[in-house]
C-alpha cells in the first residue's frame, strides 16, 4: 500500500517586488510504499525544500493533493495540523534545529512532552534509540556541546521518538563533514531494513545512493526516477551522477 | 573624499539601525531635556528672591548631581546593548576588508551624530518644555510669582560639559570592544555566550542574606533617627540582593524545579522552565536593575507625595492650637488674651478654643514604670508636669486627684501601667488619658511625649525631687475664618505682640501655623517635585532598558519558537509560550519591587515622622497609590515594548 501520494502538486511564490512569479512546483506526481527509502534530487532552486515542506504540511500547495495513508493532508484543520506532524511524520533538518536552551535529551523529548506523555514513557522509548544512534553518553550534554555528527543523530533521535509513519529528510548530510555524513546514511539506511519508510531531499549521490529509488526534480517536474534493485552502492552512485549530468545537459540542450 | 565616505556609511548605518538607535536617540534627547531643565532652575537668578526659595534650589542642586550621574550610566548602560547588538556587522565589515582604524572611524563618526541629535534635539525641548516645568515646581511650591525661564548659557554649557563626558566613556568603550575582538569573533559574538550557565549557591545564598539583612534592617527599625542611618545601609544591601538573587538565586530554583522530573515534562513548564533559565542568564542583570530602578520611582515618588498630601497632618502635628506662644511668667496672659481678640476683631476673624496653662518641662528616661531624670538612655522621654488647674485652663476636664494621683497621657502607644515612679516618689495613676488638649495622640513620633497631671503645686513639688526645671506658660488658640484673613491676623498678631513692651518683655517665642505653612508647602512641594522629576527619569531609563531587552529577546526567540513550530507545536502553543514567559520576566521586577517597597514601608513612614507625618494610614494610602499608577504606566509601557517583541518573534 503506498503510505504516501503526491498528486500534480503546484506552487506558485507570489511575485516579489518587480520579480515574475516564480513556479516552484508546476506539477509533482509521485508515490512512497510503506517502508521504502525515497530520496529526491535536483539542482538546487529546483523546489526539493517546496516539495517536502508541503508534504511536511508547513506550507499549502497551489495545486495537487497530498495523501498520507490515503488521506488527504490538506484537510487537516489548521488547530489539529501540529499533532498531526507530531504522531505521524518525523523530521530532520539540514541546520539541525536543536534548541539550544535543551540537553540533547530534552530536545529528543520536546515532541513527547508537547503529546503530554509521561516521563517514565520518554526515557523507555529513548534508551533503545540511543543506543542505536550511538548518542546514549551524550544526552546530558547541550547542542552547542557536541560534533555536528552527533546533533544530527539528536536530532533524528527527536524524529524517530514519535515512532512516525513517515520520516523526512531535508539535506541531512548538507551541514555534516563526510564521516559523519557516511555514519547517518548507514543509520539511515538501517532504520530503512528495520521498516522505516524514509523520504529524503539531497543534493548528494552519495547521500542518495543509501535510498532504494532516486527522484529526479526538474523545472518543477519529476524528470525521472531510478531503483536501486539490489544493485551495490558504487553503482548505484555512478548512475545517479550520469543522471544529474543529463539532468544538467537536458536544461542546457 | 575618504572622511566623506565613512561619514555617510555612519549616518547610513544609524537609519538603517533606527529600531535601535532612535530609542538611545529619544532617551538621549530625555535625558538631555531634564538636565538641562533642572540646571536652569538651580541656576535662576530669579528664585533667590523668593521667600522660603533657597532651600527648593538647593534640592535642585541636588536634583542636577543625581541626573546628571544618571543620565551617563544610562546612556553607557543602552550603548552596550547596541553595540553588542551590532558587533556581527562590525565583523562583516572586518571580513569584507576594512581596516580597524577605519571601523573605530565609523562608530566614532555615529557616536557624534547620534550625540549632536540627541543632545541638541534635547537641548530644544529643554528651552521648550522647561518653562511648563519650571512653572509646575512653582506651583508646587506655592509660589504665584511670575519668574522668568530664561535660555541660560551657563545651563547650556553645564548640560553639554556632562554628555561630552558621557559620550566620551561610551565612544572609549566602543573602540575597545571593536579593536579586542578578531573579525570572526566580532562575526560571531552575537552567537557567543549561549551557555547554559553554572548554578552558584554560594551567590544565591550571599544574595538571600543580604536580602533578608536589608528586610530585616528595615522591618526591625525602632526610631526615626535610627531610620535615617540604617535605610542606607538597607538600601544597599537589598540592592545587593536582589542582583544576587535575580542572577544566581532564579537559576538555582528553575533547575531545581528542572530536576524534578514530573514537574518539568510537562508542556507548559518544560518550555518555560528552559526558557527562564537560559533568558535568566543574559537578563538577570538587566532584570535586577529594572526592579531597582523600580522601586526607586516607587520609593521616591510615594514618600514625597506622603510628605506633599501631607502638608496640614504635619502642621496639625505641630501646633496643637494654630497660634502658639510660650511665655515665662504669667504676668501679661491678661494682655496677651486682649490683643488677640482685639486684633481678630480687626481681621474680621474670632478666636476660638483659648487655652492657657502653665507647665514644667524636662526630660527622663522611663524604664519599666520609673522615670529617671539622670537617664541617657535612647528610651528617654520628654515630660511635661502641670497641676489640675492648668490641665482645666488648657481645655482638660477637671478631676479630683488625690495628692498621690496623677493623670498620664503619651503621644505615642499606652503606658498600660497604674503606677509611675518619678525617681523615689510612687504615684498612682489614676487614669491613662485617651487625648491631651495640646498634643496628639500619634502613631509615631521623633520624640516620645508624656504629659503628667498632678493633683496641685504640692504634688508636682513633690515630683521633681527638689530639682528645679524650666517653666513657662503656653498659650494658644485657633482662629475662625477665613484663611487669608487668618494668615493677615498672625502676622500682625506677632508684630503686636513685639511691640506690646510687658508681652515682649516675658516671650518666650511665639509660632503659627499660618507662619509655617508657607514653608512646609515650600520645602514639601520641592521634595514632590524632585520625586516626581526623578520618577520620570528613572522610569524613562527603564523603558528604555525593557525596550533593548525584548528588542534583543525578539531576534533570539524568533529562532527558537520557528524551531518549535517545526518540531510539532501549533502556532496556538507557541504564542502561549512566549506569552508566559514574556508575561513572567515582565512583570517579575515590578512585583519584587512592590514587595520592597511594602518592606520598606516601616522604616519610611518613620523617616516621614521626622517631618510630623505620623499618620500610618495616610502614608500606606499614598503608597498604594503610588503603586497603583505606576503598575498602570509599567503595564502601558509592556504593551507598547510587548508589540515590538512579538513582531520580531512572529514575523
Ligand atoms: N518563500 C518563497 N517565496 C518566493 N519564492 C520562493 C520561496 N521559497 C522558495 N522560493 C523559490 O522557489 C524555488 C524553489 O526553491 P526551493 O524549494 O528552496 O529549492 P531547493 O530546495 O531545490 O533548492 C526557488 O526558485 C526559490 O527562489
Ligand atoms: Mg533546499
Redesign the pocket.
Known amino acids: 500500500m503506498a503510505i504516501l501520494e503526491v498528486k500534480g502538486l503546484k506552487k506558485t511564490?507570489a511575485a516579489?517586488l518587480g520579480g515574475d512569479k516564480?513556479h516552484?512546483l508546476t506539477g509533482v506526481s509521485f508515490s512512497v510504499e510503506q517502508g521504502e527509502f525515497v530520496a529526491i534530487m535536483?539542482e538546487?532552486?529546483?523546489?526539493?525544500?517546496?516539495l517536502l515542506n508541503i508534504v511536511a504540511s508547513f506550507d499549502k500547495p497551489t495545486g495537487g493533493d497530498v495523501l498520507l495513508e490515503g488521506r488527504s493532508i490538506l484537510q487537516i484543520p489548521e488547530d489539529r495540523l501540529a499533532a498531526f506532524r507530531r504522531e505521524k511524520l518525523g523530521f530532520v533538518f539540514q541546520d539541525f534545529n536543536l534548541l539550544d536552551t535543551f540537553t540533547l535529551r530534552d530536545n529528543i523529548f520536546l515532541p513527547l512532552v508537547l503529546a503530554g506523555k509521561n516521563h517514565v514513557e520518554m526515557a523507555r522509548r529513548l534508551t533503545p534509540l540511543a543506543d542505536a544512534l550511538g548518542i546514549a553518553d551524550i544526552l546530558g550534554k547541550f547542542p552547542y556541546e557536541v560534533s555536528g555528527g552527533q546533533k544530527q543523530r539528536a536530532a533524528v533521535a527527536r524524529a524517530l521518538i514519535t515512532d512516525p509513519k513517515l520520516l523526512m529528510a531535508d539535506e541531512p548530510t548538507g551541514a555534516l563533514d563526510s564521516r559523519a555524513a557516511t555514519a547517518l546514511m548507514q543509520q539511515f539506511e538501517r532504520l530503512n531494513r528495520e521498516g522505516q519508510t524514509i523520504l529524503m531531499v539531497t543534493h548528494s549521490a552519495i547521500a542518495a545512493s543509501y535510498a532504494g529509488r532516486v527522484l529526479f526534480i526538474k523545472d518543477g517536474q519529476v524528470f525521472q526516477q531510478i531503483y536501486r534493485a539490489g544493485r551495490d552502492r558504487q553503482k548505484m552512485q555512478q548512475e545517479i551522477a550520469d543522471t544529474l549530468l543529463l539532468l544538467s545537459g537536458g536544461g542546457q540542450g | 573624499m575618504r572622511r566623506f565616505l565613512y561619514g555617510r556609511l555612519a549616518l547610513s548605518n544609524l537609519i538603517k539601525n533606527r529600531r535601535l538607535t532612535l530609542p538611545y536617540l529619544l532617551a538621549c534627547a530625555g535625558t538631555t531635556m531634564m538636565l538641562y531643565s533642572v540646571v536652569e532652575i538651580a541656576l535662576n537668578k530669579g528664585m533667590l528672591h523668593l521667600p522660603g526659595s533657597a532651600f527648593v534650589q538647593s534640592l535642585m542642586v541636588m536634583g542636577q548631581l543625581i541626573v546628571s550621574v544618571f543620565a551617563v550610566i544610562v546612556l553607557f548602560y543602552t550603548n552596550g546593548f547596541l553595540i553588542k547588538g551590532r558587533m556581527r556587522e562590525l565583523g562583516l565589515y572586518a571580513v569584507l576588508g576594512m581596516e580597524k582604524r577605519h571601523i573605530a572611524q565609523v562608530l566614532a563618526l555615529e557616536t557624534l551624530f547620534s550625540g549632536l541629535a540627541g543632545v541638541g534635539l534635547g537641548l530644544l525641548a529643554g528651552m521648550l518644555f522647561g518653562k511648563l516645568l519650571f512653572l509646575l515646581l512653582l506651583r508646587m511650591v506655592g509660589k504665584t510669582a511670575a519668574l522668568p525661564f530664561q535660555i541660560s548659557l551657563p545651563a547650556i554649557v553645564q548640560t553639554c560639559v556632562v554628555f561630552v563626558v558621557a559620550f566620551t566613556l561610551i565612544l572609549v568603550s566602543n573602540l575597545r570592544a571593536v579593536g579586542k575582538a578578531r573579525p570572526m569573533e566580532l562575526l560571531q559574538s552575537a552567537k557567543a555566550g549561549e551557555r547554559e550557565p553554572k548554578t552558584s549557591w554560594f551567590a544565591a545564598i550571599l544574595g538571600l542574606l543580604s536580602l533578608g539583612g536589608g528586610y530585616g534592617l528595615a522591618l526591625w527599625v525602632k526610631s526615626p533617627i535610627e531610620a535615617i542611618g540604617i535605610f542606607f545601609v538597607a538600601v544597599l544591601l537589598v540592592i545587593l540582593g536582589t542582583h544576587l538573587l535575580f542572577r544566581a538565586g532564579s537559576i538555582a530554583l528553575l533547575k531545581l524545579l528542572r530536576a524534578s522530573k514530573s514537574y518539568y515534562y510537562k508542556p507548559d513548564h518544560f518550555i518555560s522552565v528552559s526558557g527562564m533559565i537560559y533568558r535568566m542568564r543574559k537578563n538577570a542583570t538587566g532584570l535586577a536593575n529594572i526592579c531597582i530602578l523600580c522601586t526607586m520611582v516607587l520609593v521616591a515618588v510615594s514618600t514625597t507625595v506622603s510628605l506633599y498630601l501631607g502638608v496640614e497632618k504635619s502642621l496639625r502635628a505641630q501646633f496643637p492650637r494654630s497660634v502658639e506662644l510660650y511665655l515665662y511668667d504669667q504676668g501679661p496672659l491678661g494682655s496677651v488674651r486682649l490683643l488677640a481678640e482685639d486684633t481678630a476683631r480687626d481681621h474680621s476673624v474670632a478666636v476660638d478654643q483659648y487655652a492657657q496653662g502653665e507647665m514644667s518641662r524636662m526630660y527622663a528616661d522611663l524604664q519599666g514604670d520609673t522615670l529617671d531624670y539622670d537617664g541617657v538612655a535612647a528610651t528617654v522621654q520628654r515630660c511635661y508636669f502641670m497641676p489640675m488647674e492648668a490641665y482645666e485652663t488648657l481645655g482638660g476636664e477637671r478631676q479630683e486627684l488625690q495628692e498621690d494621683e496623677v493623670l498620664l497621657f503619651r503621644n505615642v502607644g499606652a503606658y498600660g501601667q497604674d503606677h509611675v515612679v518619678i525617681e523615689t516618689e510612687a504615684f498612682r495613676v489614676k487614669e491613662e488619658l485617651n487625648s491631651f488638649p495640646i498634643a496628639q495622640k500619634e502613631m509615631q513620633s521623633v520624640e516620645n511625649t508624656m504629659f503628667l497631671v498632678f493633683a496641685d503645686e504640692t504634688a508636682m513639688e513633690r515630683a521633681f525631687c527638689g530639682r528645679d526645671f524650666e517653666r513657662f506658660i503656653y498659650v494658644g488658640f485657633d482662629l475662625k475664618g477665613s484663611e487669608e484673613d487668618a494668615a493677615a491676623f498672625s502676622s500682625d498678631f506677632y508684630e503686636r505682640c513685639q511691640a506690646d513692651e510687658a508681652i515682649q518683655a516675658t516671650l518666650i517665642s511665639s509660632d503659627s501655623v499660618y507662619a509655617q505653612r508657607e514653608t512646609w508647602i515650600a520645602t514639601n512641594g520641592g521634595f514632590l517635585f524632585l520625586g516626581l522629576f526623578l520618577g520620570a527619569l528613572f522610569m524613562l531609563s527603564m523603558v528604555l532598558i525593557i525596550y533593548y531587552k525584548q528588542v534583543s529577546e525578539g531576534l533570539e526567540d524568533s529562532e527558537r519558537f520557528i524551531i518549535m513550530q517545526k518540531v510539532g507545536m501549533s502556532r496556538r502553543e507557541v504564542q502561549r509560550a512566549i506569552n508566559s514567559q514574556v508575561v513572567t520576566v515582565f512583570f517579575l521586577p515590578l512585583a519584587v519591587a512592590v514587595l520592597h517597597t511594602f518592606v520598606a514601608f516601616p522604616v519610611l513612614s518613620k523617616m516621614l515622622a521626622l517631618f510630623f507625618i505620623n499618620d500610618l494610614w495616610h502614608t500606606a494610602f499614598c503608597m498604594l497609590g503610588t503603586i497603583a499608577a505606576f503598575s498602570v504606566l509599567y503595564v502601558i509601557a509592556y504593551f507598547l515594548t510587548a508589540r515590538v517583541y512579538y513582531r520580531l518573534v512572529t514575523r
Do not use: D, I, N
Open positions: 511564490y516579489r516564480v516552484a535536483g538546487s532552486g529546483s523546489g526539493k525544500t517546496t
